[in-house]
């Protein structure tokens, strides 16, 4: 599997989940285009650094060949399924109460709740 693939089958799987599994429906809300909008320069920034450096580089034969500042356009199927997918398990998770803190309150007395 070349990372062309490997980068499509990331971002099908990442919409699938978010409207399916977790059914988040991220996808459809603004404040997740404006999150992503914030994201996106900082990797493009991030992306051309190592690439343009040769710190991360790729075989011609593994990238459709069409490259965004030095980095092959399918670092951005790839990073946006990595954004996608960490904000839905964030959500998916956060609804299940995993983002309680599992320590009792005290109040002032000294008391647990």
């Known amino acids: 599997m070349i990372y062309s693939d490997i980068a499509i089958t990331a971002f099908a799987i990442a919409v699938m989940a978010d409207l399916f599994l977790f059914k988040n429906s991220l996808l459809t809300r603004p404040a997740f285009w404006t ?4 994201i996106l320069p ?4 991030t992306n051309w650094w190592l690439t343009s450096k040769n710190i991360v580089m790729y075989s011609p034969d593994a990238i459709v060949g069409l490259r965004i500042f ?6 951005l199927l790839f990073g946006f399924a990595l954004v996608l997918s960490v904000m839905g398990m964030w959500e998916f998770w956060g609804r299940r109460g995993m983002q309680q803190d599992p320590r009792p309150n005290k109040n002032k007395g000294g008391k647990s709740n």
């Open 35 to 38: 999150s992503y909008t914030i």
């Open 42 to 45: 900082f990797q493009l920034l």
């Open 70 to 75: 030095s980095a092959p356009a399918e670092d």
